[in-house]
């Protein structure tokens, strides 16, 4: 398990108007930024910063972005459909919102390291936060099994019948462990794979790395199935998603998955268990 500090951010006399705008940014920061967007964001809000709304909405020329307490809650604690990333750092969080408020054309200026600390630090620290990984348990094998079939109706036209990548396409070059990325699991064109990416298995492990599972459940209620997103009940997602876990042979537990994103950011997707975990 590894722990970190979750902030909740409460209300101060004079705080949305909080002066954290740097100079400039700069472009270590800026590059450091748009790494993380990528990364832990672009799935939601798109690379191009213009979202999918109205579940995710566009940053470009966003309003709220004049708004640093309100985008660092946000990160830090979720806010409707957007799951929280308790597992950035103060320095993580500094380089991405630097990033977003000058992306596209957003000209807002950067933000100082020192400000995000002191505004952390000023908020109210309710709890310390225990991450959990996927390779602790966190699915039963019942719930699996109610997953299995709802899998089979729903998506093995376009993932196949067992999901797990044993083949990419002859037509391309086999990808390196190194090469793999969290776009390659949600980009059928950039996968490498003839047909829908795959959800199980090292390489879908790997390019989920590091995401809680809250945000492939977010991603699976907005965006799945693609004829027609959000068309099953919360249960049944995750109950996909536990199917999906034991055919990546990650271990089962004594508790169920729960449809809850509070409880979903806490559990963190790693390809491969660590020292702690066994």
């Known amino acids: 398990m590894r722990t970190f500090i979750t902030a909740v951010c409460v209300t101060f006399s004079g705080l949305a108007s909080l002066s954290v705008v740097a100079d400039e940014s700069s472009s270590a920061l800026f590059a450091q930024g748009k790494a993380l967007f990528e990364t832990n964001c672009a799935l939601c809000h798109q690379s191009s910063g213009k979202g999918v709304p109205p579940a995710f909405p566009a940053l470009v020329g966003n309003e709220n972005l004049d708004d640093i307490p309100l985008i660092i809650s946000n990160i830090?604690?979720?806010e409707g459909a957007m799951p929280a990333f308790p597992q950035l750092s103060v320095k993580d969080i500094t380089a991405l919102i630097s990033y977003i408020r000058?992306?596209?054309?957003?000209?807002?200026?950067g933000v100082t390291e020192q400000a995000i600390q002191d505004y952390l630090s000023a908020s109210k620290l309710e709890e310390v936060a225990v991450l959990r990984s996927v390779w602790e348990g966190v699915y039963t094998k019942e719930q699996a099994k109610r997953g299995r079939p709802v899998?089979?109706?729903?998506?093995t036209e376009c993932h196949g019948d067992?999901?797990?990548?044993?083949?990419?396409?002859?037509?391309r070059p086999v990808l390196s462990e190194n090469t793999i990325e969290f776009s390659l699991v949600s980009d059928p064109g950039a996968s490498g794979f003839s047909s829908a990416?795959?959800?199980?298995?090292g390489v879908f492990l790997r390019g989920w790395k590091n995401q809680t599972v809250a945000n492939l459940y977010q991603y699976a209620r907005s965006e799945m199935p693609q004829e027609s997103p959000g068309s099953l009940t919360d249960q049944q997602y995750v109950d996909i998603i536990a199917y999906l876990f034991s055919l990546s042979s990650l271990p089962e537990g004594e508790q169920e998955l729960p449809p809850d994103i509070k409880q979903l950011n806490m559990i963190i997707i790693e390809p491969k268990a660590?020292?702690?975990n066994l």
Do not use: D, I, M
Not at 102 to 109: F, I, K, R, S
Not at 151 to 155: E, I, K, S
Not at 197 to 201: C, E, F, H, I
């Open 76 to 78: 830090r604690n979720g």
């Open 102 to 109: 000058n992306a596209w054309g957003n000209e807002l200026g």
């Open 151 to 155: 899998y089979a109706r729903t998506c």
């Open 162 to 171: 067992e999901p797990v990548a044993l083949r990419p396409n002859e037509h």
């Open 197 to 201: 990416p795959p959800l199980a298995g």
């Open 274 to 276: 660590s020292k702690s």
